[in-house]
């Protein structure tokens, strides 16, 4: 580089608003649904949620409603449920089987992460699962 040539120079601009300590979050556009309740007897029903989640609020990330999300996919490949793109029941024990499975996989991978009633909602629903899982396939 010659000593009469402009340095190259390289400018970083910070665009990420900050929250000042003073101002306080805003509240969501409605206060969060809370998880969905398992009942506990023999053979507890799984139904979908009522009504879809308020986009302006984001989806529900929980460890709860991931688990119900995969208990709802796993009854519609029972059979039990109809599915909600066709309307139709279809049996898939295979990915009913994969999502059981991923269902224990999570147990083992979130022990000690759980609140209580994650955790029991969790042990509900595989045992639930597993129990029409059997019951099909006595019946096939």
């Given at each position: 580089?010659?000593?009469?040539e ?8 910070d665009?990420r608003?900050?929250q000042?300590a003073d ?6 556009a409605?206060?969060?649904?809370p998880p ?5 007897s023999?053979?507890?029903?799984i ?11 984001g989806?529900?990330?929980s460890?709860?409603?991931?688990f119900?999300m995969l208990?709802?996919?796993?009854v519609?490949?029972?059979g039990?449920?109809?599915d ?6 279809q ?7 994969d999502?059981?499975d ?6 083992e991978k979130t ?9 029991q909602?969790l ?8 129990l029409?899982?059997?019951r ?5």
């Amino acid at each position: 580089m010659a000593p009469n040539e402009p340095e190259d120079t390289f400018k970083v601009t910070d665009r990420r608003r900050r929250q000042d300590a003073d101002e306080l979050p805003r509240p969501a556009a409605s206060a969060p649904e809370p998880p969905p309740r398992v009942q506990s007897s023999a053979a507890p029903s799984i139904a979908p949620p009522s009504a879809p989640a308020d986009p302006a609020s984001g989806p529900d990330r929980s460890l709860a409603g991931l688990f119900m999300m995969l208990a709802s996919s796993t009854v519609v490949a029972l059979g039990d449920a109809p599915d909600p793109v066709t309307g139709q029941r279809q049996m898939d024990l295979a990915q009913a089987a994969d999502a059981i499975d991923l269902l224990v996989l999570l147990r083992e991978k979130t022990e000690g992460n759980r609140s209580g009633e994650e955790s029991q909602i969790l042990e509900e629903l595989i045992y639930d699962l597993q129990l029409r899982y059997v019951r099909v396939t006595k019946r096939s």
